[in-house]
């Protein structure tokens, strides 16, 4: 029976849930892991994590449907984006057979927490690897946890899907050269800061720029950007320092085979972005949220489809890609894996 939670009122927060999954690996494999219902992790003063932030994770999310099943949405590609993180941060990589069995087993285990369909709330699947044994010289870990979390989620940004204003941000991508494209947990603690600076000043999310020149659009410090042309052509940046956003290719793959929308991947230079009809940021928290302004240092984009509501081409984008995920639209082959 699903759990007495108010889920039309949840914000993305972490809520400890019954189960965890836990793997651990040591001379050279894991161990065989399972669920466990403790939600502390004990491990060394020393451990390669805490010392020089040896951590890598993913995100994604389980779905009800209206028949009562619970579904992941492409939680192939989060697998192999994690062995991508892990290969960069010298971690052990975890067997996409591995990622998918601790999924099934702790999704089904908390299947109480998923949020009933039509609530508008999802469960977040939260998977991470980080260096659990013992380092002091700037080394690998000797020894490694492989752990998975879920916790039922409402919308990422206060106010649900309202318009967010956001600004260009004076800092540089917190991501050094080469691991832009990994979600490695260093480069969103040095995300902080500037996102700090942002919401102080009152702005929802930082825009970066590329770090090299500060002249072509990268990413927020946890989604992508899309964006609508006058003429209902869709654009999202080409770029290998940011994150290859699950939702954005689906979005892509949507827009061309869906809605028959022309879509380009490209670099997209700073100067062009005043003249997009509609801005979204895409990403698994963030789904697809809308931009009404964009400001920077020398002026402020007022983005004609305003502060007021989505725009219509990001609206349907969005409503095609959560129909998907919910099962009221038909699936691609692959992207959905029913878990119970
Ligand atoms: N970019 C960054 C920096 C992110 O943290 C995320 C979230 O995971 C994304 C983009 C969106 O990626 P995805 O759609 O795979 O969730
Ligand atoms: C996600 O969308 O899953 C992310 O990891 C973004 C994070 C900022 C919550």
Not at 290 to 315: F, T
């Amino acid at each position: 029976m699903a759990k007495d939670i108010d889920w039309s009122s949840l914000g993305f927060g972490y809520m400890p849930t019954d189960y965890r999954y836990n793997a651990e690996w040591k001379d050279g494999k894991w161990d065989k892991g399972g669920l466990t219902k403790d939600s502390t992790v004990t491990i060394s003063e020393s451990a390669g994590v805490l010392q020089y932030a040896q951590t890598c994770f993913e995100g994604l999310k389980a779905y009800s449907w209206q028949d009562g099943s619970i579904v992941c949405f492409r939680p192939d590609l989060n697998a192999k984006r994690l062995q991508d993180s892990a290969r960069r941060l010298l971690m052990p990589e975890v067997p996409e057979e591995m990622f998918l069995d601790a999924l099934d087993q702790t999704v089904k285990a908390n299947k109480d927490f998923v949020p009933p369909y039509g609530t508008g709330a999802t469960l977040y699947v939260r998977p991470f690897l980080f260096g659990s044994g013992p380092v002091l010289g700037v080394s690998p870990a000797p020894s490694f946890t492989f752990r998975l979390f879920v916790s039922p989620v409402g919308p990422y940004f206060k106010g649900g899907i309202k318009p967010l204003k956001i600004c260009v941000s004076d800092y540089d991508r917190a991501a050094p050269k080469g691991t832009g494209h990994i979600k490695a947990g260093l480069n969103y603690a040095m995300s902080l800061y500037p996102g700090d600076v942002a919401h102080k000043n009152g702005y929802a999310e930082n825009m970066y720029l590329d770090a090299a020149t500060r002249t072509h659009v990268e990413e927020t410090g946890g989604a992508n950007f899309i964006f609508v042309t006058k003429d209902g052509r869709i654009i999202t940046p080409k770029s290998d320092t940011i994150l290859p956003s699950i939702t954005r290719r689906s979005l892509v793959y949507v827009a061309e085979h869906y809605l028959g929308l022309k879509v380009e991947e490209r670099v997209v230079p700073f100067e062009e972005v005043a003249e997009f009809e509609e801005i979204g940021l895409c990403g698994t928290a963030a789904v697809i949220s809308p931009i009404g302004r964009i400001d920077w240092k020398g002026g402020s984009i007022q983005v004609p489809s305003g502060m007021d509501e989505m725009g219509p081409v990001l609206s349907k984008l969005r409503s095609t890609l959560t129909g998907i995920q919910e099962g009221t639209i038909e699936a691609p082959e692959g992207w959905i894996r029913k878990i119970c």
